[in-house]
């Protein structure tokens, strides 16, 4: 049973297009939820911790939430230089589970 | 150096080869990791090892043996690998903490063909 899932799978949005990724978990007792942006052939670039239902981080374009099921990634007035897959990964005891990640590609 | 380093970038080898990937971490973590990423695929984690000490090995096979000479290298020694092996391999570090929340900073990956 797949612990993480993200959607979609992939988003194609003009520049300025704001939009919003997914991501679910099951996980009975979060210790953090992890955003992180990995460019292709690259490793993942670490964004945001988050830690309790209710709490919001933000940087430059990117605005992550979270609720006890789920958390967004809000991209606002997104640039070409935003395109990247976007992994989501929930810590339940000291391991990291990902999801398969959201592809987001800004066209100019 | 700062981060998380791992060479090579790239390595190409036959199924009778012996090879090693090295991973290298500048954060004065006492964890390291390696992970397995194949294309559209959830991170797959292999190996943890918490204070120099295997402390998970996710099922993996015996064809990749994992060597954590101190804290700051982890090594990932590779023999007789299939096709399937192929993958970009990622080492991560963090300072894990009892009871804490686990920051991964991962390096840059190494993509491994099997031909």
């Known amino acids: 049973e797949d612990q993480v899932t993200q959607s979609p799978e992939a988003l194609r949005l003009q520049e300025g297009e704001s939009s919003s990724l997914n991501c679910s978990y099951t996980?009975?007792?979060?210790?953090?939820l992890f955003w992180y942006r990995q460019d292709p052939g690259k490793g993942p670039e670490f964004l945001f911790t988050?830690?309790?239902a209710g709490e919001e981080k933000e940087k430059e374009r990117l605005k992550a939430t979270l609720t006890k099921k789920e958390s967004f990634l809000h991209i606002t007035a997104p640039k070409p230089e935003d395109s990247a897959t976007y992994l989501c990964?929930?810590?339940?005891?000291?391991?990291?589970?990902f999801g398969a990640g959201t592809t987001v590609t800004v066209r100019a | 150096e700062t981060g998380v380093t791992q060479t090579p970038r790239h390595l190409v080898m036959g199924m009778t080869n012996k090879k090693s990937l090295k991973c290298e971490q500048h954060?004065?973590?006492?964890?390291m990791y390696w992970y397995k990423q194949s294309a559209k695929k959830p991170l797959e984690l292999m190996f943890v090892?918490?204070?120099?000490?295997?402390?998970e090995n996710n099922s993996v096979p015996s064809r990749f043996s994992p060597e954590c000479p101190n804290s700051s290298h982890l090594f990932l020694h590779l023999h007789t690998l299939q096709p399937e092996d192929s993958a970009l391999y990622l080492c991560?570090?963090?300072?894990?903490?009892?009871?804490?929340?686990?920051?991964?900073?991962f390096g840059p990956g190494t993509r491994l063909t099997v031909l």
């Open positions: 996980v009975s007792g979060l210790r953090g």
């Open positions: 990964a929930v810590q339940e005891s000291y391991k990291l589970s």
């Open positions: 991560a570090s963090s300072q894990l903490l009892k009871g804490g929340t686990d920051t991964q900073y």
């Open positions: 090892y918490n204070f120099k000490e295997q402390t």
């Open positions: 988050l830690y309790s």
């Open positions: 954060l004065g973590h006492n964890a």
